[in-house]
């Protein structure tokens, strides 16, 4: 089955950020960076390797996983990189302590909508990436994450709730 879909990411490479908005059409991405655009096939992919078509032109690269941020290998040169989903790169840049330190301590509302659904609740611990809620907005259901390992202290919302931009959704222990 082929699915369709578009996401927004932020790639940090080497401490710069880079917003990418991918589209998967069939079976092919469509990658959007400053209204550059490049068709994307994955043709071979393992566990450390990827291997891409990409604009018709082939590329591999390399990565070796460490943490919260992986080193990809291409063409001989080594990048730090991490790539998170827009709404969690928007969480670290809004909330946080010193500059540098991700760890959120409140988790706010990225978009006006309805929450659909509240995975946890309040004492449970959370790794990164985890869905913590379902907010609709739009009539398309978006996945919240957890945005770092943590122990959530309040949830402020609750089913079919509606929620503002920016509203306090979740507090999590420091």
């Given at each position: 089955m082929n699915l369709s879909f578009e996401r927004k990411f932020v790639a940090t490479i080497n401490g710069?950020?880079?917003?990418?908005?991918?589209?998967?059409?069939?079976?092919?991405?469509?990658?959007?960076?400053?209204?550059?655009c490049q068709t994307v096939e994955v043709l071979k992919m393992t566990?450390?390797?990827?291997?891409?078509?990409?604009?018709?032109?082939?590329k591999a690269f390399y990565f070796e996983a460490g943490?919260?941020?992986?080193?990809?290998?291409?063409?001989?040169?080594n990048a730090s990189s991490q790539i998170d989903d827009h709404f969690i790169y928007a969480q670290k840049l809004k909330i946080g302590g010193d500059e540098?330190?991700?760890?959120?301590?409140?988790?706010?509302?990225?978009m006006p909508g309805l929450i659909v659904d509240v995975f946890f609740k309040a004492g449970d611990a959370v790794k990164k990436g985890e869905q913590l809620l379902i907010l609709?907005?739009?009539?398309?259901?978006?996945?919240?994450?957890a945005p770092n390992d943590a122990c959530i202290k309040k949830i402020h919302v609750q089913k079919s709730?509606?929620?503002?931009?920016?509203?306090?959704i979740i507090e999590f222990e420091s």
């Open positions: 710069d950020a880079v917003e990418l908005l991918i589209n998967k059409k069939g079976e092919r991405f469509i990658t959007t960076n400053n209204n550059n566990a450390n390797h990827c291997l891409l078509r990409i604009d018709n032109r082939v943490g919260e941020s992986n080193t990809v290998t291409f063409n001989n040169k540098g330190d991700s760890r959120a301590k409140q988790l706010l509302s990225p609709e907005a739009m009539k398309m259901e978006n996945i919240i994450k709730q509606s929620v503002d931009k920016d509203q306090l």
